[in-house]
């Protein structure tokens, strides 16, 4: 058993698409009609037949709770892998991302915390 797909919640599907590709830097595999929204999955440029990440609209009241309430306390809904966690900060912060946490070294792992612009923290994590 292997993880195919992964969701996050995202406030609107069309900012979220330009956010995680124009952005970030994810490549976006699926992009099909599905009900009033659309099931849009990105994958990394590195893995394109790797774990796909969904864009899931958050229409659902629970959902949207769950969303906000995980912001509001400061938590990410995800953690992104960087080779290079210094880099990736600095290319982030010149496209106008916003961080809640800079690079810190949390024992074998240094980490960052950003904001989405689609109602989400994201951490990204290098390995040490």
Not at 53 to 65: G, Q, R, S, T
Not at 99 to 120: H, R, S, Y
Request: aromatic share 10%; net charge negative; with cysteine.
């Amino acid at each position: 058993m292997k993880i195919i797909v992964t969701s996050i919640f995202v406030e609107d599907q069309d900012k979220a698409l330009e956010f995680y590709t124009g952005t970030l830097g994810f490549v976006k595999k699926h992009d099909e009609p599905a009900g009033e929204f659309r099931w849009i999955t990105l994958v990394s440029p590195d893995e394109q037949e790797g774990t796909e990440l969904l864009l899931e609209p958050n229409n659902n009241p629970i959902a949207k709770e769950y969303q906000e309430k995980l912001f509001m306390q400061g938590i990410p809904v995800t953690m992104f892998g960087v080779s290079d966690i210094e880099s990736e900060y600095r290319r982030l912060l010149d496209q106008g991302v916003k961080f809640t946490i800079e690079p810190t070294k949390m024992g074998q792992a240094t980490l960052a915390v950003f904001d989405d612009t689609c109602g989400n923290l994201i951490q990204i994590v290098e390995d040490d």
